[in-house]
């Protein structure tokens, strides 16, 4: 019986030409290909400045930098995510301040954003978990209202639609990761992404030392330089990405189909006018039952995740019961672009099995 993970990066016969074509020119860092690939991926989503980095938690480090926020500044966030999404405020000694979480789309509740503002509150980060996109038109309007700038955590979203917008272009500034375990990656890599020419410039000076000519020092910056090499996988997985989330979108409604009626779980939900693509297809376990189907599903060869098992502030800290909650409850099964229909029937009837029995 084969082991169904929960991911597996898609990789072709295209990205090891790719790479190889690369190591034997004698360009490996931040040269034509990262050019290429940063094309690729502003034109896809339509956003003028998409700037490459060493991952998606470099990323947002330029995109809390290049808006200045600085210490005694407070930034709105969800407590629900990876760590890389607070950290990034943390970095620059501001402060994140945790607002609950929708119970149906596990993203931000945009009606909880604004007790939350003080006279810090310089920025909200959202993020759209799982792929699932936030509701924008009511984030915006509070951004809006109160003059805060705002960043998009879109690590888990590349492809994905609010009212057929890009997710990655609402915000002042927004990130993409390329993680392996991402819709699409390069190993480790991020983006960031800006219409703001000003923003662009300097994050482009700041992810190599700050310098904009050779040894000419402008700003403070860092080693954030993506190689050509993970920009080379990027292109050819540019050309996939439609048929990748399309593959996730079919298996999610594969599994939907399979799992739908049974008790004691609840399926993702996907908010209206939004397209959904599917990072992870996570669904609620209730009764205290979670752990014991994860490890039951282990036990029959498939590798299930908790995203995430605790929330972003220490225990105790701050109060968010729809987060506390979703960290018991949430279990994210396999849904990448490899699984064949027995694969997800074997999930479906498993999970079956260890419910109903
Ligand atoms: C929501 C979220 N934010 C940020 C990151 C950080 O990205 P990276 O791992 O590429 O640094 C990740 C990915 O791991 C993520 O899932």
Redesign the pocket.
Known sequence: MNRINISKPFMGEEEIEAVRNVLLSGNLVQGVKVKEFEEAVSGFLGIKHAIATS????A?HLAIESLGIKPGDEVITTPF??I??SNCILYNGAKPVFVDIDPKTFNIDPEKIEEKITDKTKAVLV?H?YGQPCEMDKIMGVCKKHNLKLIE?S??AIGAEYKGQKIGTFGDVS?L???ATKNITTG???MLLTNNDVWADKTRIRRQHGQRMIYEYEILGYNYRMTDIQAAIGIEQMKKIEDLNNKRIENAKTLAELLSGIDGIVLPSVAPETKHVFHQYTIRVLDGKRDALKEQLNEKGIQSMIYYPQTIYQPGSESCPEAERACKEVLSLPIHPHLKKEDIERIAEEVKNYLEN
Do not use: H, I
């Not at 991952?55 to 470099?58: A, E």
């Open positions: 991952s998606g938690t470099t947002l995510t990876f890389a999404s993020v978990l955590d690590a888990q990130a990761s390329f993680y480790e890599g991020g």
